[in-house]
């Protein structure tokens, strides 16, 4: 069947999906278990040596970083384009990091590209962007300090002849350990409108310590390993500074609100994927005298699976056009809406997928149990469930939210 979309793109970057998705399926998708299997062994001297010829790869077919400006070697496309691109990256685990799209290096480089100056791109966007080092963003603290409410930020720099010094405890800090530049959020200020300031820290800078990586119940996989660091004496340079003193938050939430949008594309990859292995197998798996597609509480798991992602899909893209055009402010609580929507989606789609796959479904014969444990943090990263389903009733409540778009 031929796909019908509300927006069409421009026969351009619809070819540049349909090359993105001809690579996943020839190339990502029958090495995506050595990649995984090399990621598993570390120390081992040949480690990610798939990944890195994947790349290798991507870079020659010009499917490298689409989503930054040509002269940084992407190709430049907006964020509607990007739905497109990352819902086929996002089929698989590893999709995104083939092609340099992944969390949280793609939010970083698209901030760095933003707020950076020309010596800080040089230094760090530069090296992102060519798929050479990893880099982290360093929000979150252990409780009581900054969760989903950022007013309870705890690490603090404080000005030092002409660096700054910074002291504090980082955790969930994806890829952290492994990272070579830290977007790092410290309180500057007891102004609540400029309370807080982004640094650039090199990971091997002296008094930065990576304490561990903490283990979460899915299984670490390349940069989604979640650090917890401490920040002891740690000086920078004031040109350092992303931005300029005191627009930490701004920044973040400007990071933020487009980060749990790409978060959603590459979700919805993976949910129409096991949507998809699902169907294959209910076709085929007789059971009480007839196919599992003939159940008709099979049938409702597929019919509840496939309107979550078209409604995901949906919500995604408009949050999508409007930040395309500019309006940010106004993406933000379809920005919200859509990472419930989606997050939610994904959660319910492996559960039934396991449910219908039985035992084999539960076991790691299947991939669906290890997409599962995966896929639960997606209801918690980037601001909570209950955070954003907040931000959305706030806007309901006071009349500011055009649901009949």
């Known amino acids: 069947m031929t796909a019908l979309r509300l927006l069409e793109p421009p026969p351009e970057v619809e070819a540049l999906r349909a090359r993105v998705r001809a690579f996943m399926d020839e190339r990502v998708l029958p090495r995506e278990a050595e990649v995984i299997a090399e990621d598993r062994r570390p120390g081992d001297g040949a480690r990610r040596a798939v990944l890195r010829a994947l790349?290798?790869?991507?870079?020659?077919?010009g499917l490298w970083t689409p989503h930054l400006p040509r002269e940084h070697g992407g190709q430049g496309v907006g964020a509607h384009a990007m739905c497109l691109l990352f819902r086929e990256m996002g089929r698989s685990l590893v999709g995104p990091r083939v092609f340099n799209c992944d969390a949280p290096d793609q939010g970083n480089m698209d901030l760095l590209l933003q707020a950076g100056s020309d010596a800080q791109r040089a230094r760090w966007l530069?090296?992102?962007?060519?798929?050479?080092?990893?880099?982290?963003?360093?929000?979150?603290?252990?409780?009581?300090?900054?969760?989903?409410?950022?007013?309870?930020?705890?690490?603090?720099?404080?000005?030092?002849?002409?660096?700054?010094?910074?002291?504090?405890?980082?955790?969930?800090?994806?890829?952290?350990?492994?990272?070579?530049?830290?977007?790092?959020?410290?309180?500057?200020?007891?102004?609540?409108?400029?309370?807080?300031?982004?640094?650039?820290?090199?990971?091997?800078?002296?008094?930065?310590?990576?304490?561990?990586?903490?283990?979460?119940?899915?299984?670490?996989?390349?940069?989604?390993?979640?650090?917890?660091?401490?920040?002891?004496?740690?000086?920078?340079?004031?040109?350092?500074?992303?931005?300029?003193?005191?627009?930490?938050?701004?920044?973040?939430?400007?990071?933020?609100?487009?980060?749990?949008?790409?978060?959603?594309m590459r979700w919805l990859g993976l949910a129409d994927r096991a949507l998809g292995l699902c169907r294959e197998h209910v076709r085929s798996r007789v059971s009480f005298g007839r196919p599992l597609a003939d159940h008709q509480l099979v049938q409702e798991m597929l019919w509840r699976g496939a309107a979550a992602i078209h409604a995901g899909n949906l919500m995604t893209v408009h949050a999508a056009?409007?930040?395309?055009?500019?309006?940010?402010?106004?993406?933000?609580?379809?920005?919200?809406?859509?990472?419930?929507?989606?997050?939610?989606?994904?959660?319910?789609?492996?559960?039934?997928?396991?449910?219908?796959?039985?035992?084999?479904?539960?076991?790691?014969?299947?991939?669906?149990?290890?997409?599962?444990?995966?896929?639960?943090?997606?209801?918690?990263?980037?601001?909570?469930?209950?955070?954003?389903?907040?931000?959305?009733?706030?806007?309901?409540?006071?009349?500011?939210?055009?649901?009949?778009?």
């Open 55 to 61: 790349q290798a790869e991507a870079r020659a077919e």
């Open 126 to 264: 530069g090296p992102l962007a060519r798929g050479e080092v990893t880099s982290a963003f360093c929000m979150t603290e252990p409780a009581p300090g900054a969760g989903a409410d950022p007013a309870n930020l705890r690490t603090r720099a404080r000005p030092d002849g002409d660096a700054w010094v910074l002291d504090g405890h980082k955790w969930y800090a994806t890829g952290a350990g492994e990272a070579a530049v830290l977007l790092v959020l410290c309180r500057t200020s007891d102004d609540p409108a400029r309370a807080a300031t982004l640094f650039l820290v090199p990971r091997d800078a002296p008094g930065v310590v990576h304490v561990r990586d903490v283990p979460t119940m899915a299984e670490p996989l390349l940069a989604h390993r979640e650090a917890e660091l401490r920040l002891e004496g740690v000086r920078v340079g004031k040109d350092d500074v992303l931005g300029e003193v005191g627009a930490g938050l701004r920044l973040a939430q400007r990071r933020l609100v487009p980060a749990r949008l790409t978060h959603c």
């Open 321 to 405: 056009v409007l930040l395309e055009r500019g309006l940010v402010r106004e993406a933000r609580p379809y920005s919200s809406m859509a990472k419930v929507q989606v997050a939610r989606a994904l959660c319910q789609v492996l559960d039934d997928a396991i449910q219908m796959h039985g035992a084999r479904g539960y076991s790691d014969d299947l991939p669906f149990a290890g997409w599962y444990r995966f896929a639960r943090a997606a209801r918690i990263a980037d601001g909570p469930d209950e955070v954003h389903v907040g931000v959305v009733a706030r806007d309901v409540l006071d009349g500011r939210l055009d649901l009949l778009v």
